[in-house]
């Protein structure tokens, strides 16, 4: 479904499910504020090689899917989006969200990362468990002998 991303040296597929709360759950997304919100975290993820591929909210979170290049550290990503957005929809809609939040938070100081991927953890398991492993020097001198190569 998800194709697979080239880097100079690389061949990924990292796709992130990322939530953010804003602080202290307080009720401040409108539908206007979290269409911007999407329009921040799509030009900040652009900027650090990511790819914004889906996003949606409610009056207290928001929920993204993201591809992370394997350059970029997912805390460093975090902390652009949130740093960013904060900044930017506190200038642009202060008269609204000073009625909801005080200080200079917007963001809960936490958050909720979580890889995803076309596998479940099962099937990645079974597939790294059933990998060849090398033969034992006992099995390559047998395999010699039988074959005359001894």
Not at 44 to 69: P, R, S, Y
């Amino acid at each position: 479904m998800y194709k697979w991303r080239t880097g100079r040296s690389c061949v990924y597929k990292n796709y992130l499910h990322l939530v953010f709360v804003t602080k202290y759950r307080r009720h401040v997304f409108t539908l206007e504020i979290l269409n911007r919100l999407k329009e921040i975290c799509d030009e900040t993820c652009a900027q650090m090689k990511c790819t914004l591929l889906e996003f949606n909210g409610e009056h207290d979170h928001v929920h993204m899917m993201v591809i992370v290049h394997p350059k970029v550290a997912v805390a460093n990503l975090i902390g652009k989006l949130k740093g960013k957005s904060s900044y930017l929809l506190r200038r642009e809609y202060f008269s609204v969200i000073k009625k909801k939040l005080w200080g200079n938070h917007f963001w809960s100081p936490s958050y909720c990362v979580v890889s995803c991927g076309g596998a479940s953890l099962k099937v990645i398991k079974e597939y790294i468990e059933n990998q060849r492993k090398p033969p034992s020097a006992k099995q390559v001198k047998q395999s010699k002998a039988i074959s005359g190569f001894a």
